[in-house]
């Protein structure tokens, strides 16, 4: 089975300063690696994902995330947080499972910046 | 940019009520998907559907539910007799098939469901 941790349900941060989100999964096999945000009363937007290759992934809004194997993580990260990315941030994984491709969801966190 | 749609955006029903819910995927897509959000809780998978028949359905996904896709863009959930737990948010999704499981799935803004 699947699964995915984001050991914060909330993460607050000054405007300007660097911001990381954590996510760590657990997939047999080699994983496929998502991040979603979803803002008040909206859909899940898709940031960024990792399937294979360079290890950091860049994605929109200026975000990224870096795929560690070894720790079995994928942690967002942005160099300078803006107020306007205050939201909820969920990590998802998928891998080869012979059929359906269902994405998994963290709990989410909740990014807070502020002035 | 295409974009999932849903209608409606709210749903109130009572319970025992049939309820069906209606996505447009994104045009050429090929895989589509329902998932919910219960309020204040991980968004988590329901079913998956190609080639006009399910393909993975999760332990949520009872009798109670069905999905189809009665033309060439709509597909729907239809949950038969609603109960009070189906409260959520439903989240419709699509993906191209071109990569499989490596595929980006897009997500409509949801229909939120309240089952009095």
């Known amino acids: 089975a699947q699964s995915v941790a984001q050991p914060e349900d909330q993460v607050n941060v000054a405007e300007g300063n660097p911001l990381t989100v954590k996510c760590t999964y657990s997939?047999?096999?080699?994983?496929?690696l998502f991040w979603y945000v979803q803002y008040p009363n909206r859909g899940l937007q898709f940031l960024l994902k990792?399937?294979?290759?360079?290890?950091l992934v860049k994605g929109s809004y200026g975000f990224e995330a870096e795929f560690n194997k070894s720790q079995t993580s994928f942690h967002l990260k942005k160099p300078s947080a803006l107020v306007s990315d205050s939201a909820l941030y969920f990590c998802a994984v998928t891998s080869i499972t012979g059929g359906g491709n269902k994405l998994t969801f963290g709990t989410g966190t909740q990014l807070k910046v502020e002035l | 940019e295409p974009e999932v749609t849903q209608t409606p955006s709210h749903q109130v029903t009572q319970m025992g009520q049939e309820v069906i819910l209606r996505c447009v995927p994104i045009?050429?897509?090929?895989?589509f998907y329902w998932y919910r959000q219960i309020l204040g809780q991980k968004v988590e998978f329901l079913v998956s559907?190609?080639?006009?028949?399910?393909?993975?359905k999760s332990e949520i996904f009872d009798d109670q539910f069905s999905v189809e896709r009665p033309d060439g863009s709509n597909f729907t959930l239809k949950i038969r007799s609603t109960k009070l737990e189906d409260s959520a948010m439903y989240f419709c999704a699509s993906t191209p098939g071109a990569s499989g499981e490596a595929d980006t799935q897009y997500f409509g803004p949801g229909t939120r469901l309240t089952v009095l």
């Open positions: 997939v047999s096999g080699n994983p496929y």
């Open positions: 045009s050429n897509h090929l895989y």
């Open positions: 559907f190609y080639n006009n028949e399910i393909s993975e």
């Open positions: 990792y399937i294979t290759g360079d290890n």
